[in-house]
């Protein structure tokens, strides 16, 4: 069986597939060499087997205590990776992933005090990390806040109750669903507020959030208000929600190989422009950690939040990365 692209090289055998929630599934894969990785890192799951098209997901095991590696995939309605993994792919069948990337992991933290804030899909993450902290740091003392959308929602339940059970009151779980809302402190959405009365000792914790894009950035801030060092606070950077972009303001993107020339709204993101106007590239992270969406640009007004897996000299040669390069003029690339 060929591997079907160099940033995958490690193919895995589908063990089974578990339902979570009525969206969520959870993948159990047989890996039959050696597979080393970090609670909370993610990796590339080539869709289709394919060499264009790849997907971020987090690894939802745990190194050390988890039968199979495993990822955990919502679908989403129009979702190309997610509905091929949660409707295609059966026991038996192979994927390929990349190896481990991110630094959203809590292996290099030198803390024994943790709040982990997740949110849907987010809790992927923490699950995996707080795993690994009840059984590698004796001393770990963890609150867990989960926002969900209603208690069928809960990813991981049983699991958390037994986690609970096992290692009580070294690991507290609060799951704050936003339906029904009553008024209590523990429903609805998380607020500063409830945030500072369900964890008074905030500001003496290491706090580590992940989730949709809105809810992390009010996490940091709450975080930040609340006296939270900005180096005691981690978010996951890698996230599927394409930026809404409302300028009425256009420019031209020119892609000089293909001969071809598109106006997109100005701010907008490389990736962004290119996938609105059907033009193939590589994305799988979406937000400057993995490099698959490395492009070269030739001429343009543009920035950059990202540039961590390009070399300088490619940052030289006008390489970016296509999902954090947001244009502001016109744009020519290679």
């Known amino acids: 069986m060929t591997m079907p692209s160099s940033l995958c090289p490690n193919r895995m055998q589908i063990h089974s597939i578990h339902q979570e929630t009525s969206d969520v599934w959870t993948i159990n894969l047989i890996n039959h060499d050696f597979y080393t990785y970090s609670p909370g890192q993610y990796a590339l799951v080539s869709i289709k087997n394919s060499d264009e098209i790849m997907r971020a997901y987090t690894i939802s095991s745990t190194p050390g205590q988890s039968r199979f590696i495993t990822i955990t995939v919502r679908r989403l309605d129009h979702g190309v990776g997610s509905c091929w993994l949660t409707n295609s792919v059966k026991p038996g069948d192979y994927l390929w992933l990349s190896d481990a990337q ?69 690991l507290q779980l609060c799951t704050m669903a936003e339906h029904p809302d ?22 003496s914790r290491v706090v580590m959030t992940c989730g949709p894009t809105p809810y992390m950035k009010n996490a940091q801030q709450f975080a930040k ?74 001429s343009g007004n543009y920035i950059t939040s990202s540039t961590m897996t390009l070399t300088a000299e490619e940052i030289a040669n006008g390489y970016v990365l296509a999902c954090s390069c947001q244009l502001q003029g016109d744009t020519e690339i290679a």
């Open 225 to 298: 208000n609340l006296g939270v060092p900005a180096e005691h606070f981690f978010m996951e950077r890698f996230s599927l929600d394409p930026e809404p972009i409302e300028s009425e303001d256009t420019l031209s993107l020119k892609i000089r190989h293909r001969l071809m020339n598109f106006k997109v709204p100005v701010g907008t993101s490389l990736l962004s422009a290119l996938e609105q106007n059907k033009q193939p590239v590589i994305a799988a992270c979406r937000a400057g950690g993995c490099g698959s969406c490395k492009t070269r640009v030739l």
């Open 102 to 170: 991110g630094e959203f992991t809590c292996a290099e933290i030198n803390s024994n005090q943790y709040l982990m804030l997740a949110a849907g899909c987010g809790v992927t993450p923490i699950m995996s990390m707080v795993r690994w902290l009840m059984a590698n740091r004796p001393q770990a003392d963890v609150k867990v806040l989960f926002n969900v959308r209603d208690q069928q929602q809960v990813i991981f339940a049983d699991e958390w109750q037994q986690l609970v059970n096992l290692y009580s009151p070294r």
């Open 182 to 203: 009553h008024g209590g402190i523990a429903e609805g959405r998380l607020t500063q507020e409830k945030l500072f009365a369900l964890v008074p000792d905030i500001r």
